[in-house]
């Protein structure tokens, strides 16, 4: 069972930063990792993903070009850096875990995910 605990969350103008990590209680080394968000009233959506190895990421398109996610295995730690954030990223923002034993799987699927944190808090006023 694959821990995941959030961080970096809090509340920021339109136009700031902020870096989410997400910090895992075993070795992620065979997870595909993805980042989620769920804003009030909403369903929960596909954010971004990163491969097992690290060689491929997907974006949603409206956070494409703003958002990068990166990974450290060495630190089984993956990292959502958000930047031109706007009042529409206003979410709880999850990560979360899919086993992939090839290493190269990823996916925009929720369902497809083992494993999910409990979320961090993003407010972004305008």
């Known amino acids: 069972q694959v821990q995941l605990v959030e961080s970096g969350g809090g509340l920021v103008q339109a136009g700031g930063s902020l870096r989410l990590s997400c910090a895992a209680s075993e070795r992620t080394f065979s997870y595909s990792m993805g980042w989620f968000r769920q804003g009030p009233g909403k369903e929960r959506e596909f954010v971004a993903a990163?491969?097992?190895?690290?060689?491929?990421?997907v974006y949603a398109d409206s956070v494409k070009g703003r958002f990068t996610i990166s990974r450290d295995n060495a630190k089984n730690t993956v990292y959502l850096q958000m930047n031109s954030l706007k009042p529409e990223d206003t979410a709880v923002y999850y990560c979360a875990a899919m086993l992939t034993p090839l290493r190269v799987g990823i996916s925009r699927n929720r369902n497809n995910y083992d494993y999910w944190g409990q979320g961090t808090q993003v407010t972004v006023s305008s």
């Open positions: 990163v491969s097992a190895s690290g060689g491929s990421t």
